[in-house]
């Protein structure tokens, strides 16, 4: 049984990985081209929240239930995106470090 969930699981996360537009976004920022959009694709966590809040209302005025997972899904990715723009950051300076050293190291050599 627990060899079953966890092979299930890792068909999730595949799918996930591959097919989610928020992930398939995530993966593109954080290539080396991507860095620099970090802090601009905070704002969808807006869009996101709006999302959340507008599903919410929408239940409390008799909507179908089902619209709480959607309501988690979008609150999800924008704590997904939140989080992302100061990473962003980190990366970005790292990698630049390590430019110009390699730009110093090259021209010493």
Same mark, same amino acid.
């Given at each position: ?98 430019? $110009?050293?390699?730009? $110093? ?5």
């Amino acid at each position: 049984m627990l060899r079953f969930i966890w092979i299930a699981s890792l068909y999730v996360r595949a799918f996930m990985r591959r097919l989610m537009p928020t992930n398939i976004v995530l993966d593109k920022l954080r290539s080396r081209r991507g860095l620099k959009w970090g802090i601009p694709a905070m704002l969808l966590v807006v869009v996101y929240f709006y999302l959340a809040a507008l599903m919410s209302v929408l239940v409390e005025h008799d909507a179908s239930k089902w619209l709480y997972p959607v309501m988690v899904v979008c609150v999800w990715n924008g704590f997904k995106f939140l989080l992302y723009g100061p990473v962003s950051l980190v990366l970005l300076a790292r990698v630049r470090a390590a430019e $110009r050293h390699a730009i $110093r190291r090259a021209s010493i050599a």
